[in-house]
């Protein structure tokens, strides 16, 4: 018998499944080489582009734009690693603007400040600026992007002498990556902008690992020539225990693409075979909300069997984070029903809807979750409320229709894990 403990919360929930049923337990990869330095070597050896040191010559002021909270990027870290760059070039707190990129989320809360900026809290947190997607005032149209996407960004962006973006760079299920060029779009941009570049997501070129030929990408790549101020990037890519692996610095482009490169060989995972079962975690800070953890049920879809068991381990701390895309599923009576509804009109939401109803044809999708029994029942997914319970009932029907030894394949990282057969 396979014992595991898997993340909920402030506490582990147990599961065991017998070695015979287990098909394994799939984690991101270990790099074989680590250090104890790995931003700040990064900033000493950019790539593509001018030392940060010569990047911020003669600058007064400067705009560094972080992730939100829905992310487990190392941003404290990196701001800890980039001011003294900051301060040798007497650039003074008041001339520092940090930015947010909520994209269409909302602002940071006084308690995430913790989270946000670690120990440079107490210094920092009154130069942050949470974007606002509905606040047009502060917003700017630059022109439009080769898919007809209106390319509508913050005003901050040109009130800085130079910008310096920071992220983490994982897979992500439309965009084939997050950061680099993502910062800007749809971080800082308009909420029309981000409903018209989500609305992409529909095609079937835009999918975890893709990037050439996805025009979810596309439109985030034909932003970045408006922006007019230099940009130097800071990127990390993280290990499974969310500790950075990796770094990459310099030109936006190349860095990201340097990380992409490292997180594909952390991220994507070979899998002998599709398994009956397959549960998939939403770890912090993912497990925010519904609409972040489905990151979760779009990975552990490519490892489970059509027909199968596909069990989200999320609490959803934060609900359902988005309410439109559970309107469509909630108000139709099947999968096929909602993705025909999508064709009659598109709202911000309706692409993680349209994933969310293509996986329930093709398997049960349950839910140990937070959420409400109704809700959940609404999107089309099975609440459970006893993850071990789950397991052994999602075996014995696979048992049931004739599978003589079903397996259970566990993704305890299942928001950036992509499994592939081999």
């Not at 680099?180 to 779009?185: E, I, N, T, V």
Request: proline share 5%; glycine share 8%.
């Amino acid at each position: 018998m396979k014992h595991m403990a898997l993340a909920y919360l402030q506490e582990a929930l147990s599961l065991e499944v017998a070695e015979g049923n287990l098909l394994g337990v799939f984690e991101p990869n270990d790099l074989t080489t680590r250090n104890e330095n790995i931003i700040t070597e990064a900033l000493d050896n950019p790539v593509g582009s001018e030392s940060l040191d010569a990047f911020l010559e003669g600058a007064k002021s400067v705009l560094i734009i972080i992730n939100d909270a829905t992310r487990p990027t190392p941003t404290p870290a990196m701001l800890e690693a980039l001011l003294p760059y900051l301060e040798k070039h007497q650039i003074e707190d008041s001339k520092i603007t940090i930015l947010i990129a909520t994209g269409a989320h909302r602002g940071a809360t006084g308690n995430e400040f913790p989270q946000l900026l670690g120990k440079l809290a107490p210094r920092l947190a009154g130069c942050c600026v949470s974007h606002d997607a509905r606040q047009t005032e502060d917003l700017v149209h630059l022109g439009d992007t080769r898919n007809g996407t209106p390319i509508v960004l913050s005003r901050r962006l040109f009130a800085s002498e130079r910008i310096i973006v920071t992220g983490s760079v994982e897979p992500h299920y439309f965009a084939g990556f997050t950061g680099g060029r993502k910062a800007f779009l749809p971080g800082v941009a308009s909420y029309e902008t981000i409903t018209e570049n989500h609305k992409l997501a529909l095609s079937n070129r835009a999918h975890a690992l893709a990037l050439e030929g996805n025009p979810v990408h596309e439109d985030m790549m034909d932003a970045l020539p408006h922006i007019k101020a230099p940009v130097f990037s800071l990127m990390a890519v993280l290990d499974k225990g969310q500790k950075v692996a990796s770094a990459t610095s310099g030109d936006l482009v190349e860095a990201f693409h340097a990380a992409a490169k490292v997180a594909m060989e952390i991220f994507c995972v070979d899998i002998p075979q599709k398994a009956d079962v397959v549960v998939s975690v939403a770890k912090f800070p993912m497990d925010i909300n519904l609409y972040q953890s489905q990151k979760a049920i779009d990975n552990g879809a490519l490892a489970t069997k059509d027909g199968g068991t596909l069990i989200l381990v999320s609490p959803c701390r934060e609900g359902l984070g988005d309410e439109e895309f559970a309107k469509l599923l909630s108000g139709a009576k099947t999968p096929q029903e909602a993705i025909s509804k999508i064709g009659q009109g598109y709202k911000l939401g309706y692409h993680k809807a349209a994933k969310m109803a293509a996986i329930s044809q093709r398997m049960q999708v349950q839910a140990l979750s937070m959420l409400q029994d109704a809700t959940l029942a609404g999107l089309f997914i099975e609440p459970v409320h006893n993850l071990q319970e789950a397991v052994d009932r999602a075996l014995e029907r696979a048992r049931q229709s004739g599978v003589q030894e079903p397996k259970v394949l566990v993704l305890p990282d299942g928001c950036v894990t992509v499994p592939k057969v081999k």
